[in-house]
């Protein structure tokens, strides 16, 4: 789950405990072209105001219309189902995609309960199943796994919530605060560790957490887990072989490391020599990022996130390329 749509749940939980009303929205099913994917969720407050979103800002609109004009009875169903761009003229007024249909249940929030019970469990690095019923409106949260899709069959959808992605960079040189500042963009929570007091002075706190002690103390503190990445980018064998050597036998979904082809496998018969298995290394990504023909520290930033977001989403890369050493 997004980070964006846990922010939506955060402010569903904020209004109601203010007594204000709040009509939640999610997609359930798209036909065609769509602007957002299944799950996607945007929260309307009886007021107008609105977090979130479910398409490009056409169907937006004319929720917060139905919200004025009074197609949102307060005495309606807890929930409804609501479908735009059923006719090509239909799909042109609300900004929809050539062919592009969009179906959403609009839930009306009461005991703002379950919110606060999902917010805590995602805390904690829990995955959680939201199951709605969408005559009666309950709402029921079970344990799910990451391979859980979203669920809907007319008479009930289940929802998939988790805790953020997480990259921990290893370094706090040049590179790091260029990946720390995109990866923010990209809605990941952004760790950094670097023992080294001099390479700290001049970060900013909306950056990244500082995580105390040693790189390999880090990757324990954090608790890595299948939603963690690990980037070593100190460009010192003492430091990143130290992280290196606890996050390749983590549960990390990516661990990558700074440096050019030579360095790299020299890095790889390091860890060897160090005790870690073959299996381990292998999962090891080094050089670093997709080939973008990349030189600067932004662009080498670019192409390492574009690498983690890919794996991330579940993309396999055919090809990859060495990068330039060091910045």
Same mark, same amino acid.
């Given at each position: 789950?997004? #980070? ?30 769509? %602007? ?8 309307? *407050?009886? @007021?107008?105001?609105? /977090? ?18 009074? *197609? /949102? %009875? ?31 249940? +609009? +839930? =009306?929030?009461?005991? %703002? ?13 829990? &995955?959680?199943? =939201? ?16 391979? @859980?899709?979203?669920?809907? @069959? ?8 988790? %805790? ?11 590179? #790091? ?31 990244? *957490? ?11 503190? /954090? ?27 983590? $549960? ?13 496998? $020299? ?15 292998? *999962? ?7 080939? &973008? ?9 670019? #192409? ?7 794996? $991330?989403?579940?993309?396999?890369? $055919? ?9």
């Amino acid at each position: 789950m997004d #980070s964006v749509d846990l922010n939506v749940l955060r402010s569903v939980l904020q209004w109601r405990r203010a007594g204000q009303g709040v009509m939640l929205y999610s997609v359930v099913q798209t036909w065609g072209t769509a %602007p957002r994917a299944p799950g996607a969720m945007l929260a309307l *407050r009886e @007021d107008g105001v609105v /977090i979130g979103s479910v398409s490009g800002g056409c169907v937006e609109d004319d929720l917060i219309a139905r919200l004025h004009d009074g *197609r /949102i %009875p307060a005495d309606g169903p807890p929930v409804q189902l609501i479908t735009y761009g059923v006719t090509r003229e239909e799909a042109a007024r609300f900004g929809l995609p050539c062919g592009g249909t969009l179906r959403l249940t +609009e +839930e =009306r929030v009461g005991d %703002p309960a379950w919110v606060a019970e999902l917010l805590t469990r995602c805390e904690a690095h829990e &995955i959680v199943a =939201r199951e709605l019923n969408l005559a009666t409106g309950e709402v029921i949260l079970q344990p799910a796994s990451k391979t @859980d899709a979203l669920v809907f @069959d007319g008479q009930t959808l289940r929802a998939i919530y988790g %805790p953020r992605w997480r990259l921990l960079l290893i370094g706090a040189g040049q590179l #790091s605060r260029y990946v720390a500042e995109m990866a923010r963009l990209l809605d990941f929570e952004v760790l950094i560790c670097d023992p080294r007091t001099e390479f700290v002075y001049g970060w900013e706190e909306q950056h990244g *957490r500082f995580v105390s002690g040693m790189p390999d103390e880090a990757v324990l503190t /954090i608790q890595t887990d299948e939603r963690t990445a690990i980037v070593a980018l100190t460009h010192d064998p003492r430091l990143d072989d130290m992280a290196l050597l606890t996050a390749l036998d983590s $549960k990390a979904f990516y661990v990558g490391a700074l440096g050019s082809r030579i360095n790299s496998q $020299k890095r790889r018969d390091n860890l060897a020599q160090l005790g870690l298995s073959q299996q381990a290394i292998e *999962r090891l990504h080094g050089p670093i990022g997709l080939h &973008i023909g990349s030189h600067t520290p932004a662009e080498i930033a670019l #192409s390492l996130l574009a690498e983690i977001v890919a794996i $991330k989403n579940g993309i396999e890369l $055919k090809q990859k390329r060495p990068l330039q050493e060091g910045v």
